[in-house]
């Protein structure tokens, strides 16, 4: 769902409340970042775009391979096209992560350091796209919902899951990883809470969640998103301990 629909000079501009709720999260976080003082103006602005290049390709590639494969090998173009919709959150976390290295390496700061940093203010922009998916409609939950805040689509009811992602993986794990800086930090500690936390919200979700269209129920009556979610909660538990263990 557009904002709003213009041509200017020719050029159709139609911005998406994901989008910009998503342009939002950014902004928030790298002001966040900024107040923190942990990197000069030039080299913060430098990560959020090594970051934002993380996401888009990231999350592109993630649904691509993930989510519909066969599609786009039939269709190799279609997978440049980001606006006919298909972002993976997986995918993307894998593309943050190589773009968070590569920063590092280039411009030799302390990788551990620069994820705790950037995981500790994802979760605003994960909220708020969740806010955008249920403007435009999507990720919808369960038919026949009667309750509050449901979307209408098609003359069918369906359960605002959307929501409830924005509560649990925006505001919930935000509150998590903000509580756990501020007590017995060590490198690695927030990076390793964000995967372990958001598997465990994103897996509980997708209960309530209609499952992707084209791939349905998978191994164990698991969705793609549910299966996906659980090698983050495994990697983030070893990862956790991995990493305190090597701070004494």
Same mark, same amino acid.
Do not use: C
């Given at each position: 769902m557009t904002i709003f629909s213009i041509t200017l000079f020719g050029i159709h501009i139609a911005p998406s409340w994901y989008g910009l709720m998503y342009a939002l999260g950014f902004f928030i976080g790298y002001?966040?970042?900024?107040? +923190?003082?942990?990197?000069?103006?030039? #080299?913060? #602005?430098s990560l959020i775009f090594y970051v934002f290049i993380g996401v888009l390709i !990231?999350? +592109?590639? *993630?649904?691509?391979l993930f989510y519909n494969l066969p599609f786009y090998l039939a269709n190799p173009l279609e997978i440049i096209q980001?606006? @006919?919709?298909?972002m993976s959150f997986h995918g993307?976390?894998? *593309?943050?992560?190589?773009?968070?290295?590569? =920063?590092?390496?280039?411009? +030799?700061?302390?990788?551990?350091?620069?994820?705790? @940093?950037?995981?500790?203010?994802?979760?605003?922009g994960l909220g708020l796209g969740r806010i955008g998916n249920y403007l435009n409609g999507e990720l919808l !939950?369960?038919?026949?919902?009667?309750?509050?805040?449901?979307?209408i689509k098609n003359g069918v009811s369906y359960f605002p899951s959307p929501l409830l992602e924005a509560t649990l993986e925006g505001v919930v794990l935000f509150m998590i990883l903000f509580f756990l800086r501020q007590k017995n930090i060590f490198p690695g500690k927030i990076a390793a809470s964000f995967l372990f936390w958001y598997g465990i =919200? +994103? =897996?509980s979700v997708e209960f309530v969640r209609i499952p992707d269209v084209g791939l349905g129920y998978l191994t164990f009556g698991l969705t793609m998103g549910q299966i996906l979610s659980i090698p983050m909660i495994i990697?983030?538990?070893i990862l956790y301990f991995f990493f305190k263990?090597?701070?004494?």
């Open positions: 002001w966040i970042l900024k107040r +923190r003082k942990i990197l000069s103006d030039v #080299e913060l #602005e !990231g999350g +592109r590639l *993630g649904y691509v980001t606006w @006919h919709g298909g993307g976390v894998i *593309g943050v992560i190589i773009a968070m290295i590569l =920063f590092s390496q280039i411009n +030799r700061k302390p990788f551990l350091i620069i994820a705790d @940093h950037i995981t500790s203010v994802l979760p605003i !939950g369960f038919a026949n919902y009667t309750g509050p805040l449901a979307v =919200f +994103r =897996f990697i983030g538990t263990k090597n701070a004494k």
